[in-house]
């Protein structure tokens, strides 16, 4: 990360003396008084690092995962966000750099025109179908599992109702008349469900 001189254009410091991070800088952001900034990298850590400084204040490990790794980062107020590539916005913890303070989870639909927040999801999830009711939503999760949920807002609450598929799901859809839930999976299985029977 190169620090310049706004006025001059002359190159002031270069943080962590040439190597912020182990793998690519994706996004900084200043802190309220621009005296700090936070830096999101491609080795799956988010830093703050003080500038007048060149030192690094805190580093947040992200997990191990190759969706673990920080592609966006914001500093806002007393909000400090990272973006990671499984697509979840990550509030940081200062003093506990190792876990965030909370993690969103974003559901969206593949046409993209509508999402849901979920907090705390506890799987991942790939593929998701709104009910032709407009009522309740059928999330399904590379664990093999789709899980049932109602639908408050831009919020989902569930339904404590999960049904299996045969292996990580790909696809979901609804019939047109919301009485079957079709479910597709990664070992080219179609399963498909009677909503009025309870999804059996």
């Given amino acids: 990360i190169f620090i310049y001189d706004g006025k001059t254009g002359e190159k002031v410091c270069a943080l962590g003396g040439g190597k912020a991070h182990d793998g690519g800088i994706y996004a900084i952001s200043w802190s309220p008084d621009s005296s700090q900034l936070l830096s999101a990298s491609g080795d799956k ?16 490990n992200m997990g191990s995962n190759v969706l673990d790794q920080q592609l966006g980062c914001l500093w806002q107020k007393d909000h400090l966000l990272s973006l990671s590539l ?29 999402c849901f927040a979920i907090d705390d999801l506890g799987y991942e999830p790939e593929a998701v179908a709104v009910h032709p009711g407009g009522g309740s939503v059928a999330v399904g999760g590379t664990d093999g599992n789709v899980r049932l949920y109602s639908i408050q807002g831009t919020s989902l609450k569930s339904d404590d109702k999960t049904l299996e598929a045969k292996g990580p799901v790909t696809d979901l ?12 999976d990664a070992n080219k299985v179609v399963t498909v469900f009677s909503v009025p029977d309870g999804y059996a």
């Fill in 45 to 60: 850590t988010a830093k703050i690092w003080d500038v007048g400084a060149n030192s690094v204040v805190t580093t947040f």
């Fill in 86 to 114: 499984s697509g979840y916005i990550n509030y940081l913890d200062k003093n506990n750099p190792d876990k965030p303070l909370r993690v969103i989870k974003i559901v969206l639909m593949k046409d993209k025109k509508k």
């Fill in 173 to 184: 859809a609804y019939s047109h008349d919301g009485a079957f839930l079709a479910v597709c």
